[in-house]
């Protein structure tokens, strides 16, 4: 029997709690959202308290936080249409605001750190996807890329290889590769019929499973001839009645969903297409907007102001 | 509007205020002295007085200073510069008004590549097609571009008095305030996008020289309209240009002549509309045909400036520099490029005072140079600052190409008569060629906000 255990619930953020992400070197959680701040969560002596709240970046809602792969900064995606970069000095032991990239027209949606901390990808309701190249402290625009027609939702990396990844409002997810010392748009992989709100991939990222509004889940499989190209294999439907807001596919091959149901659900691979392992109905008192696995943990941020800690029993 | 550079279409990018959002501009009413009577007939057609309703339009200068919705202004500008508008004063004014044009030599560029054609065969050709046209007069924009050029070089020395230059006479003429690092004023897609995103900390850096383009404007019509001894308002100037964005330009305000209250370029046609009218006459009567010049009696020469596809402004601006600072011989500038192939720096000691200049192309360039500047980080005395990747010769407006490796034949064209020996009398006023920029205020619509 496949089931989520509630470990708890961590109340502090005012308003809607819009993203969560975990450390990669330590089991710290980071999670943002209305409030316009950063809250940093660990276990102490038995139970998970905000050890750090980290404000005065943005101005407006922040809307995705992203640790970066060495777990000593932190990225901010912020309707104040910037990017804040945090920084953590060990010396004093405080996390201290390093850079604010600005250049978005306007809503910054999303945020992520390429697997080699090289480069960092944002993405805007401007409909462009930023490429920042990371050199030392400093952040130079390494390419602009306005291939979407609508909103862009999300920006995601490809676990090894550096391909870059976006999902948008006009019901598309594309891939970008680095052409010469620019980037180019690769591919376009079109599917759902909705804005297409998140993807994630597999451990060895020869798959990634899609979220839309359309209300499926769709998995691409990776072309053996060409590293750009996925092709979707299938197309999970009837499982969820109203919008999937996130998935995370873990790394012992759990997929997680977060709806507009206020439940999160977990899938299994099964060939190619998914089947549904559990489902926690009621996992919110509102609709849930981001979940993320760190090893049998999961997370998941939600409009009832709530962050909630998950164990996986299987 | 995938013609216009890749900044200025980021700043239209806005889907909720988008082509749905109605105009915000009141629009001007012109009051009738009668009070009329409006009827609403059954097919739903409005009259006053039983004459059908004027509907008044909003023009594409007033878009310009608004920012509340860019995809009207889009439409209206298509429509105001396009072929069929062009065609439509020819058939209606050709009688009373003197057609004249200004062809760009990235336009020229492009058009011989496509006729695989030299760079002088394919001028005398556009010449001979738009005299047969009716063209009193054809103009060659690197006649603009070299005033710009001295005049620009004149702003950078008097901004440069922390270098402790010696006083030259040419200090006097052009003295704007604009500060260092001064950035070019020819692209209009780079000069959209600051007015409508950045604030004075970037639009005190830009140049305050007009644009070739906009140069050609302040004299071709004054010139011609002495010349053939017609009224201002009956000279129709038609520009050539490698950009969808240069048609923006001379829709600005600023280029408009408050004298005459009449546009100082009329249409700007985009080099692939141009080869779509003339490219393909015939190819007879080329023979002897010459650019005309605004300045002076005899021809100008099929030339195009050192320095490169986008008007040459780092190279040339130097040179004059140069010598107003007395220096003799060639300028030796080698650019070496940074962090790719877009952005290119070189730095100069002319007379033992050190200028550094730089060449930033394409969004992300101007993106990391505008950070710069903010950050106080930018030590640059003049950056050439160009929209498109690659510069003018790959402007949205320019023949597409097959391959992105063309690109280099087109340059090619370019280069092939490049000189750094234009030769040009200065002109008297240089008050006329300077222009300004205002910040656009953003249109705080927060409209249902989508996550
Ligand atoms: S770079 Fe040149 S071609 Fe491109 S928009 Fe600017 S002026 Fe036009």
């Known amino acids: ?314 | 509007m995938n013609n216009f550079s890749g900044a200025l279409r980021l700043t239209d990018l806005n889907d909720f205020i988008g082509p749905s959002q109605e105009c915000i501009k009141p629009v001007p009413v012109t009051k009738s002295k009668k009070r009329g009577v409006v009827k609403l007939h059954d097919d739903g057609a409005l009259t006053q007085n039983s004459l059908p309703l004027q509907k008044e339009t909003i023009s594409l200068t007033d878009c310009l200073a608004c920012s509340g919705c860019v995809t009207s202004a889009e439409t209206v500008l298509i429509e105001s510069q396009s072929i069929g508008t062009l065609q439509r004063a020819r058939v209606e004014t050709h009688k009373s008004h003197v057609f004249v044009a200004t062809l760009s030599p990235q336009s020229i560029s492009s058009i011989a590549h496509k006729l695989r054609m030299g760079y002088v065969e394919t001028c005398q050709k556009l010449i001979a097609a738009l005299k047969c046209d009716g063209y009193k007069y054809v103009f060659s924009s690197v006649e603009g571009s070299e005033l710009c050029h001295q005049l620009s070089a004149e702003e950078l020395l008097n901004c440069s008095r922390e270098k402790n230059l010696p006083d030259t006479n040419s200090d006097k003429s052009v003295n704007t305030s604009v500060k260092k690092p001064v950035l070019a004023s020819a692209c209009p897609g780079w000069i959209c996008y600051a007015e409508k995103t950045q604030g004075a900390a970037v639009l005190d850096h830009i140049s305050r020289i007009r644009s070739p383009q906009s140069i050609m404007g302040a004299l071709v019509k004054s010139v011609v309209s002495q010349r053939e001894s017609v009224p201002y308002s009956q000279v129709y100037h038609v520009s050539v240009m490698p950009c969808y964005d240069k048609k923006l330009e001379a829709s600005r305000a600023d280029f408009v002549s408050k004298e005459h209250d009449c546009a100082e370029t009329d249409l700007v046609l985009s080099t692939a509309e141009a080869f779509d009218l003339w490219g393909n006459n015939s190819t007879d009567m080329m023979e002897g045909r010459n650019f005309d010049s605004v300045l002076t009696d005899s021809p100008f020469p099929f030339k195009t400036p050192v320095g490169g596809g986008s008007g040459g402004f780092a190279e040339r601006i130097l040179h004059h520099v140069a010598r107003s600072l007395g220096a003799s011989g060639p300028l030796e500038m080698n650019f070496k490029q940074l962090r790719n192939k877009d952005l290119l720096e070189a730095v100069v000691v002319i007379n033992g005072t050190e200028f550094r200049v730089a060449k930033a192309y394409g969004f992300r360039n101007i993106q990391n140079i505008i950070q710069k500047i903010k950050h106080k980080r930018c030590n640059y005395d003049y950056i050439e600052l160009m929209a498109c990747p690659a510069g003018c010769l790959n402007g949205g407006g320019q023949i597409k190409l097959e391959d992105s490796g063309e690109l280099s034949e087109v340059t090619a064209v370019y280069t092939s008569v490049s000189t750094d020996e234009i030769k040009n009398s200065k002109p008297l006023l240089p008050d006329l060629f300077l222009t300004s920029y205002k910040a656009v205020e953003k249109s705080t619509s927060a409209l249902n906000t989508q996550w």
């Open chain 1, 1 to 314: 029997m496949v089931k989520l255990t509630l470990e708890a619930t961590l109340s502090g953020h005012k308003g809607q709690v819009w993203s969560v992400d975990w450390s990669p070197t330590s089991k710290t959680l980071a999670s943002s959202g209305q409030d316009k701040s950063i809250k940093l969560w660990r276990q102490e002596g038995g139970s998970w308290v905000c050890v750090t709240t980290l404000e005065g970046g943005n101005t407006r809602t922040v809307r995705q936080v992203a640790w970066s792969p060495c777990g000593n900064k932190l990225a901010t995606a912020s309707f104040d249409s910037t990017t804040c970069i945090w920084e953590y000095d060990r010396n004093t032991s405080t996390w201290d605001l390093a850079a604010t990239l600005e250049g978005h027209e306007n809503e910054v949606k999303s945020v992520a750190w390429s697997g080699d901390g090289d480069y960092l990808a944002s993405c805007s309701r401007d409909k462009s996807v930023w490429v920042w190249e990371v050199m030392d402290d400093d952040y130079e625009c390494a390419s602009v890329l306005q291939v979407h027609s609508q909103d862009v939702k999300k920006v995601v990396w490809h676990p090894t290889d550096p391909l870059l990844f976006s999902a948008s409002y006009d019901d598309t997810v594309k891939v970008y590769k680095e052409f010469g010392d620019d980037w180019e748009c690769a591919e376009s992989f079109t599917g759902h019929s909705s804005t297409v709100w998140g993807l994630s991939f597999n451990k060895s990222g020869d798959k990634f499973v899609s979220c839309s509004d359309d209300r499926t889940l769709r998995v691409w499989c990776r072309d053996e001839n060409k590293a750009t190209k996925y092709t979707c294999k299938s197309t999970v439907c009837g499982f969820h009645s109203r919008p999937i807001y996130d998935v995370s596919w873990g790394r012992h091959g759990y997929i997680a969903t977060a709806a507009g149901d206020n439940a999160i659900r977990l899938f299994e691979q099964q060939g190619a297409s998914l089947l549904l392992s559990h489902l926690q109905s009621d996992a919110h008192f509102g609709d849930v907007n981001c979940v993320s696995w760190k090893g049998n943990l999961l997370a998941s941020a939600s409009d009832d102001e709530t962050v909630r800690i998950w164990t996986l029993e299987t």
